[in-house]
């Protein structure tokens, strides 16, 4: 079969005879002469080239001649290539072989190349400079496989030789332990030295009475003890006859060396026990060389890393492939993985056989962006098991390179991910379902929330006109019965609002957003106005109202609003369920010997009501709950009241405790263990009466903004005879018109209005130049919100708002809304005056139409070249008012700020205002 090469060949035609002798010596084996003769006339410069016809001819010269390279053609008669190949790697080893072929079927090449053993197979017609360099490579290959093979025949030569003479005589062992070059040392079975020759002291630096004190593992670098007595131990244990090991000591001084240690268990006449003998050569030099060697071998590092991947007994699938993505090697793992055989496999491309139709395109997208990087990638894909089945494979993957970079193949590594992939699906459904329930769940928490806020606000708005009113009213009358049935509504009011808050605060108290608010409690005080609360209905009852408090009590540290509402609950719930006896409330403190400003404090409701039966005593605390029997149309309730009781004690640091028997009634005791002395304390209430008594707001003007009528006359009455002016607005909106038209001292703005709400107008206010400083405060009925209203606002009230609060919180800013008067313009006189008249005449005559266009038409390019001629004119005139507002514009305008817009061109009318005062004002000194 003819090879269809060109006879005119590239490489010159001289050689010599003595040339002949140093060329690596070739065989080239086909039956046609035509193919023999052109080989050796192409490549007889290189090589030394012998020819045979057959494949008796080829063994004979095999005999003869040291053949490092075999080449055969594939298809010869009689005894095939395939099958002369394959003798030859039976009876030479070493040498290479490679296979010449011109078949299509490339599975029946791959089986070819498998039987012989062959290094490479190249395709007729070949290029001529191409198959050198596939010889070349094969001589290095060859060459390579030698100098491994003689090495290891020396070394094995090398060990038998110790071997024999270690073990000839004790004579002759003491002669070489002594005077060996190698270092030789006997440790007992604690690393314990017990005989060493010179060598291993000169190797250490130690002397050998220094060595009798130390042990080997002593002498051992820091990171290979671990390793070292883990052999060392197998070696004792008898688990292992002998081992070899590189591994690092330390020298005197702290430098390390690297050593290659060869142990085995003796018995030694020393202790008359099986001691440990050890021969270590210093390797430090052939370690170095190995680094240097590292840095130079790429395709020793190739092979290596290849060796990393192939592990026999790893659960992952291992594979190589060619270029042609055909497998060349196939470990267990894969088998079990994919269900076919070693056999199966070899020379089976792997997009065919292994991945699903439906992944193959993105396989092969894969691929070729895996070869364009050449680095290691992984891709998840649908794989066909042997039985038909698809799984889900985990791949990494990797090019295999020559040491020329040239790409010559892959590897592989597959982990079937079927079974986790499944489970991940259900737990993502299940998280789904989860993540829908708390979805719904939040949703339906965020719809109650709403309607508590909306239930709070709409209750708590009629209560500010209720109780603000008659504060007003209890100005009026001099009475002292109508004052007392005023008392009595206020009293009234504030526990209506304290109940109305019970639903929130368990909501607060649930999701952990309720806080605490400590401040200093007249403790006297608080129980009088419990006691005025209750009498009336108590005496309606026709009970007995006890009180057995001790005289003096302190004042204390706690949140008042919270204790007030806990004991609200719990007499309310005694008048409740009393129809006859007495209601007794006590209060005793002791002090705490540990703290001397702290004591304990004991406050009791004992009642001769109903009682509750003892397996009912805890579930009574829980939210909802009643008594089993309870009469619920007697005596109503949500049962709300001692679950937020109880909690509201926990958090304040106290508890409480119950003692009840059905029938005889029941005693409720409020117990906090430590409470805080507050003795240099004055009331709060005398504290407000002492400053707001006769407040003097003349010349101050206040913006009151609120849509509901009653709150504003409310707040109209709190100041009416303080000479404040006050203005009013019903929503956001036209607050801010009466604020730039107006510019008051101070405004109380309602959060929830028609319009524009609280919050959006303040956003306005703040955003204004000429309004930004003035204080505003703000006035709800919400009991959310308390971080962004501190955060936001100058000052807050929460509905309903008492006039003591209300004066106090109008002192607190009133000082901070009175502007310093502004300098329009620096360093003006009278010979510069004229370009402030210049400059009035501008904005006057001509910006004035670019503004009214501006405002009108409100297209953001315009208002964008509008605030530019703003810079430039307050740049020119030296007048900061005009850049300010300029800047404004310039930065709303680019945030596409329509809301803002409007109110800040408002602005321009007032600086030309400002400009002709400023002028008039001149004109006139």
């Not at 004792?236 to 690297?258: A, P």
């Not at 619920?632 to 119950?658: D, E, F, N, P, V």
């Not at 266009?853 to 703003?870: G, H, M, R, Y």
Request: aromatic share 10%.
């Amino acid at each position: 079969m003819s090879w269809g090469v060109c006879l005119v060949s590239l490489f010159p035609l001289m050689e010599t005879k003595n040339m002949d002798q140093e060329k690596p010596k070739i065989l080239y084996v086909d039956d046609e002469p035509l193919n023999l003769s052109s080989f050796k006339y192409l490549y007889k410069r290189y090589y030394n080239i012998y020819l045979a016809d057959s494949a008796m001819e080829g063994f004979k010269i095999l005999e003869k001649e040291n053949i490092k390279v075999v080449i055969a053609d594939q298809r010869m008669p009689e005894v095939t290539g395939i099958e002369f190949l394959e003798k030859v790697a039976s009876i030479y080893p070493h040498t290479i072989k490679i296979m010449l072929t011109g078949y299509s079927n490339s599975e029946e090449t791959i089986l070819a190349i498998n039987r012989g053993e062959v290094y490479r197979y190249v395709t007729k017609p070949f290029n001529e400079l191409d198959f050198k360099i596939t010889i070349d490579k094969a001589l290095e290959v060859y060459e390579l496989k030698m100098k491994n093979h003689k090495l290891l025949e020396a070394l094995e030569e090398k060990v038998k030789e110790r071997t024999r003479e270690l073990f000839d005589s004790e004579e002759r062992y003491r002669a070489i332990f002594s005077n060996a070059t190698a270092s030789i040392v006997l440790v007992d079975k604690r690393g314990n030295f017990l005989q060493m020759n010179s060598a291993w002291a000169k190797m250490t630096g130690y002397n050998p009475e220094e060595l009798k004190k130390l042990t080997i593992f002593d002498l051992t670098y820091e990171d290979d003890i671990k390793i070292f007595k883990r052999y060392f131990n197998l070696l004792i244990s008898k688990q292992i006859e002998s081992f070899q090991l590189e591994k690092r000591y330390l020298k005197k001084g702290g430098i390390f060396f690297w050593a290659e240690i060869s142990t085995s268990l003796i018995f030694s006449s020393i202790n008359n026990q099986e001691n440990i003998l050890a021969i270590i050569h210093d390797i430090t030099e052939r370690k170095k060389a190995e680094e240097t060697l590292n840095e130079n071998g790429k395709e020793l590092r190739q092979l290596n890393q290849k060796l990393l991947f192939y592990f026999q007994e790893t659960p992952l699938a291992y594979m190589e492939l060619n270029i042609n993505l055909q497998i060349i090697n196939w470990n267990p793992a894969a088998e079990k993985i994919f269900g076919y055989n070693k056999g199966e496999m070899l020379g089976k491309n792997i997009s065919q056989k292994l991945i699903s139709e439906h992944f193959r395109l993105q396989f092969d997208n894969y691929i070729t962006n895996l070869i364009l990087d050449k680095e290691a990638k992984n891709f998840v894909a649908a794989n066909t098991r042997k039985d038909g089945k698809e799984i889900i494979c985990d791949w990494y993957n990797t090019t295999l390179v020559n040491e020329e970079g040239v790409l010559i193949g892959f590897a592989c590594l597959a982990l079937d991910i079927t079974e986790r992939i499944r489970a991940e699906k259900e737990i993502i459904s299940t998280n789904r379902a989860l993540r829908e329930a708390k979805e719904e769940a939040e949703k339906a928490n965020k719809i109650k929330s709403e309607f508590l806020a909306n239930m709070s606000h709409e209750i708590r708005t009629p209560m500010n006109a209720i109780i603000g009113f008659t504060e007003l009213l209890d100005n009026m009358i001099t009475d002292d019965v109508q004052k007392q049935y005023l008392s009595s509504i206020v009293s009234s009011s504030k526990t209506l609002l304290t109940l109305i808050n019970d639903i929130l605060d368990l909501s607060k108290v649930e999701a952990g957003k309720l806080k605490l608010n400590y401040g200093v409690v007249n403790l006297q005080q608080l129980l009088e106005e419990l006691k005025s609360v209750f009498s009336k209905s108590i005496y309606e009852k026709g009970l007995e109202f006890q009180f057995n408090i001790e005289p003096n009590l302190p004042h204390i540290l706690l949140d008042e609003i919270r204790l007030r509402q806990i004991l609200i609950n719990l007499i309310g719930n005694s008048v409740k369920f009393t129809s006859s006896g007495f209601i007794k409330l006590s209060v005793r403190t002791q002090k705490n010997p540990l703290q001397k400003n702290s004591l304990e404090l004991y406050i009791s409701i004992q009642d001769t009501g109903t009682g509750i039966p003892k397996e009912e005593q805890e579930m009574i605390f829980e939210a909802f709950s009643q008594r089993k029997e309870q009469n619920q149309a007697k005596y109503g309730g949500t049962g709300l009241g001692l679950t937020i009781s109880s909690r509201l004690a926990k958090m304040m640091g106290g508890k409480i405790l119950l003692e009840s028997n059905l029938n005889l009634g029941s005693t409720f005791t409020v117990f906090f263990q430590e409470i805080q002395v507050e003795e240099s304390y004055q009331t709060q209430y005398a504290s407000k009466q002492k400053d707001y008594i006769k407040p003097n707001f003349k010349g101050i003007s206040l913006l009151m903004v609120d849509d509901i009528e009653s709150n504003k006359e409310v707040l109209r009455g709190y100041l009416r005879g303080t000479e404040i002016e006050i203005f009013e607005a019903s929503n956001g909106k036209e607050a801010i018109e009466i604020a730039i038209s107006k510019h008051p001292n101070l405004i109380v703005l309602d959060i929830r209005m028609p319009v524009m709400n609280g919050y959006e107008a303040l956003k306005i206010l703040k955003a204004k130049e000429d309004l930004k400083n003035i204080p505003v405060i703000a006035l709800t009925a919400s009991v959310a919100d308390d971080e962004r209203l501190k955060k936001e606002f100058d000052g807050y009230l929460r509905k309903p708002v008492n006039r003591t609060d209300f004066i106090l919180e109008i002192q607190k800013h009133i000082q901070k809304s009175t502007p310093a008067k502004e300098s329009l313009f620096e360093n003006v006189n009278s010979e510069n005056i004229s370009n402030v008249i210049e400059l009035y005449t501008i904005l006057t005559n001509k910006l004035i139409k670019d503004w009214n266009n501006c405002k009108e038409k409100l297209i953001f390019s315009d208002i964008e070249s509008f605030s530019l001629k703003l810079k430039d004119l307050g740049s020119k005139y030296t007048f900061h008012t005009l850049i300010s507002l300029g800047d404004k514009l310039e930065k709303q305008t680019k945030m596409f700020d329509i809301v803002s817009l409007p109110y800040t061109l408002e602005e321009f009318p007032l600086v030309i205002e400002k400009i002709k005062r400023f002028i008039d004002e001149f004109s006139q000194l």
